[in-house]
Structures are given as structure tokens and as C-alpha cells.
């Protein structure tokens, strides 16, 4: 078993929830329900657009430049990195996962997508096993790995082999979450084409 | 110096939370893939079984985990369960809304409240076995 270092730097208490970011996340998210419970095709087709584009973004942007990127920085480079980014992902990729998903359902609901005699139903079928590719992987292994590294940059003397094993994990991730969102966009526009 | 968490041997919990979130996600699916239609009940069944199953599997690997840390466990599972618990409300409300009824309200219900379990434990599970005792 290999060890930590009793010199290693000592960490600088940050939050791993930036509660600044909670209201505008209630917003947003009563904002998506009061969309739904109006049946509003305006701010479901802003919510399903905008979240999505972002979320797609954020995905390939992460995964693709990001990623690599962190790879190659030191371990100290990446802790200072994560300290900063992990806890406003937090906040950000559920929120507009949930806008673009409950905004989508609900469109799909309104233009017949969900019906099974509805010749474009099975791409919505297939939508829906890659969100659920997505989930998987960003529940089971993703956002666990997020929170456990935001935990360990707390302590007063972070192990730089948990955080390097944890950010290996947020970065393979976010490559299968991007190959994802590359499916999905394929998909999407193959459904209102 | 002091030893280094990575190598800790532990059940693998993640492993089987993925796999019984696998489960709930094909079983929401198969389901969804129906709508409005009602989808087999059986097939639903066996899948809304198989990802029960696994979530008590684990249930019990972790009972038997020694020199664990609990306190953070349970921390980090209260604050997921609470996101999730609203979360997995406003997917019930969905159903609810859009005329789900029935067997097939029974099925998603509970899926869903798999759903909600599985994930803290796997979040509090990821954060407490790097956690010194």
C-alpha cells in the first residue's frame, strides 16, 4: 500500500454546494413546472432548447477539451482546477438535465412522439436509452466521484492518489457522456427534421 | 506518513448500484416505449424484481463493512436523499399528470423509489470509503 505524504499542502476550506447558486437553481426549476402545468409550448420548447444546448455543450466541451487538457496538468494543477470547477458542476449539470428532460418529455407528449403509431416514436425510443446510458453513468459513477473529490480537497491534507483516481473517473466519464450527447444530437435532429 | 485509502478493499456497491440502476432504467424504458399504451406487466415486473434485489444485496454487503466511516455515510446520503426525494416527487407528479394509472402507476411508482434509495447510497458510499475512521 502506497502512502500520503505528511508534507503534502494543506487545503483551503471551500463549499462543495455554492449556496449563492441554490436560488437561481429554484428558479429555473419552477420556471420548468410552471411550463409544464400550463402546457406552454413556448417556455417548454425554451426550456428543452436552451437546457439542452447546454447541456450537449457542457458535455463535449468537458469531455472533449477539458478532459484531455486535465490530463496532461500536474496533480496540484488539477486539485486547484477542481476545487473551482467541481462545485459550480454540481449545481449546473442537474439543474439543466432536469429542464431539458421534463421540458422533452412533456414536448414529446404534446406532438404525438409518444404514441406508438407515431412513425417517429422509435427515435424517441431511442432517446431515451441514451439518457439512460447517461444516467447511469452519470449517477452511478460520475456525480459520486464529483462529490467524493470535493470531500477530499477538504481535508486538511488532500491524498493526491484518491483525487488523481477520482478525476480519472469524472474524465472517462464525461468522454462516454459526450459520445452520448454526439448520439443525441443525431437524434434530435433526425426527429424534428 | 499514513496509508493511502485507494487501495482499500471494499464490496463492490458501485458496481451493483449501477447494475440495479440498469434495471430501473430499462424498466422505465420498456415502459415509457408504450405509453400511452400499457406495457407487459411481467417483463416490468421481473426487472422492478431484479434491480430490488440488487439494491438489497447491497443493503447487506454494506451492513457487513467494518471500520467504515458512518458518520459520513449517513451525511452524505440524508442531503442526496432530500435532492432525490424532491426530484423523484416532481417525476411522480409527471405521472400523475399525464393520466398514468393503475398497474402501470404501481410499476413507475416503484422504480422510482428504487431510484431514490440507490442513488445516495452509491453517492455516500463513493464519498465515505475514502473517509479515515
Known amino acids: 500500500m502506497s502512502a500520503v505524504a505528511a508534507d503534502a499542502p494543506v487545503a483551503q476550506p471551500f463549499e462543495i454546494v455554492p449556496r449563492k447558486g441554490l436560488p437561481i437553481v429554484a428558479l429555473v426549476l419552477v420556471g420548468v413546472v410552471v411550463a409544464i402545468a400550463r402546457d406552454a409550448r413556448w417556455g417548454l420548447v425554451f426550456c428543452h432548447v436552451v437546457g439542452g444546448g447546454l447541456w450537449t455543450g457542457i458535455d463535449l466541451f468537458v469531455g472533449f477539451v477539458i478532459g484531455p487538457i486535465l490530463r496532461s496538468m500536474s496533480v496540484p494543477a488539477r486539485i486547484e482546477f477542481s476545487k473551482r470547477f467541481m462545485p459550480k458542476m454540481l449545481l449546473v449539470l442537474p439543474t439543466i438535465v432536469t429542464m431539458t428532460l421534463a421540458a422533452g418529455f412533456q414536448l414529446a407528449r404534446q406532438d404525438g412522439f409518444l404514441d406508438t403509431s407515431n412513425p417517429r416514436h422509435a427515435w424517441v425510443v431511442v432517446s431515451f436509452c441514451v439518457v439512460g446510458v447517461m444516467a447511469v453513468v452519470a449517477l452511478a459513477y460520475l456525480s459520486p466521484a464529483n462529490v467524493a473529490v470535493l470531500f477530499e480537497l477538504r481535508k486538511p491534507q488532500p491524498d493526491p492518489r484518491v483525487v488523481q483516481k477520482l478525476m480519472q473517473r469524472f474524465v472517462y466519464t464525461t468522454g462516454i457522456t459526450g459520445v452520448m450527447q454526439v448520439a443525441t444530437l443525431v437524434i434530435m435532429t433526425r426527429l424534428v427534421s | ?133
Open chain 2, 1 to 133: 506518513m499514513t496509508e493511502s485509502l485507494v487501495d482499500r478493499n471494499l464490496p463492490p456497491v458501485t458496481e451493483i448500484g449501477a447494475a440495479a440502476m440498469v434495471a430501473v432504467a430499462v424498466g422505465v424504458i420498456f415502459n415509457a416505449a408504450y405509453l400511452p399504451k400499457h406495457a407487459p406487466t411481467s417483463v416490468a415486473v421481473a426487472l422492478l424484481v431484479v434491480a430490488a434485489a440488487l439494491e438489497l444485496t447491497n443493503a447487506f454487503l454494506l451492513s457487513r463493512i467494518q471500520d467504515f466511516a458512518w458518520a459520513r455515510f449517513k451525511q452524505v446520503a440524508g442531503w442526496f436523499l432530500l435532492a432525490y426525494a424532491v426530484i423523484a416527487g416532481m417525476i411522480e407528479y409527471a405521472f400523475i399528470y399525464d393520466d398514468t394509472r393503475g398497474t402501470q402507476l404501481v410499476i413507475l411508482s416503484l422504480m422510482l423509489a428504487l431510484f431514490m434509495l440507490n442513488v445516495p447510497v452509491l453517492a455516500a458510499f463513493t464519498v465515505a470509503r475514502y473517509e479515515r475512521v
